[in-house]
Every structure is written in structure tokens, then in C-alpha cells.
């Protein structure tokens, strides 16, 4: 069974950044897609931005040319840089990882608890 731990959570100004981190450790054999999803009271849960393995790279359209997802595969860290933030950002961020585990080497989703994210004045 994995762990994801979340950092870099937080309040920001419109227009400001913030950077998102996610690990993941415990008996692993390697992860596929890692990626981000977010909810915001009273919507529903989306897609943030999700990166394979090989680091091919797929946004929402909302996010496309603000958020950069990137992953340190020695790490097994997936990263998320928000930039030009902006108020309708505010949301619950979630990690998410792809693991095939170490034992049985069969692939299963793992979750993060996630991190709140409030872009205000």
C-alpha cells in the first residue's frame, strides 16, 4: 500500500503562483499517469492536468498556458505550477497517481487527502 503526501497549499492573490508537490512511497514497482484533479464546493470533481511516465503532459483547457504538471520519476513526486491564478481556481486539489504495486504487480489508484487552494484579495 502507498502513501501520497501533499504540500504547497494555500492563499494567494489573483494573479499569483503557487506550487504544488505530491510523493508517493510504500511498496512500489513503478507508477503510470500522476496528475492533479481539484473540487470546489457544490461542483464537480475535474481534471487538472495529468503526466505520464515518460512525461507527455495533458491539461484542461481552462489551465492550458497557466499550470506546467511535471514529475521526478527518482522521486516518485509529480509537481503542479499555477501561475496567473486567478479567483475561480479556488478549489480542493488532489493528487493522483497510477501504482503498481510491488507485491502482486497489479495497478490500482491512490488519492492523496488534499490540499485547499484559495486565490483571493
Known amino acids: 500500500q502507498v502513501q501520497l503526501v501533499e504540500s504547497g497549499g494555500g492563499l494567494v492573490q489573483p494573479g499569483g503562483s503557487l506550487r504544488l508537490s505530491c510523493a508517493a512511497s510504500g511498496s512500489i514497482f513503478g507508477i503510470n499517469v500522476m496528475g492533479w484533479y481539484r473540487q470546489a464546493p457544490g461542483k464537480e470533481r475535474e481534471l487538472v492536468a495529468a503526466?505520464?511516465?515518460?512525461?507527455?503532459?495533458n491539461y484542461a483547457d481552462s489551465m492550458k498556458g497557466r499550470f506546467t504538471v511535471s514529475r521526478d520519476n527518482t522521486k516518485n513526486t509529480v509537481y503542479l505550477q499555477m501561475n496567473s491564478l486567478k479567483p475561480e481556481d479556488t478549489a480542493v486539489y488532489y493528487c493522483n497517481a497510477q501504482i503498481i504495486g510491488g507485491w502482486g504487480r497489479y495497478e490500482y489508484d491512490a488519492w492523496g487527502q488534499g490540499t485547499q487552494v484559495t486565490v483571493s484579495s
Open positions: 503526466v505520464t511516465s515518460s512525461g507527455r503532459a
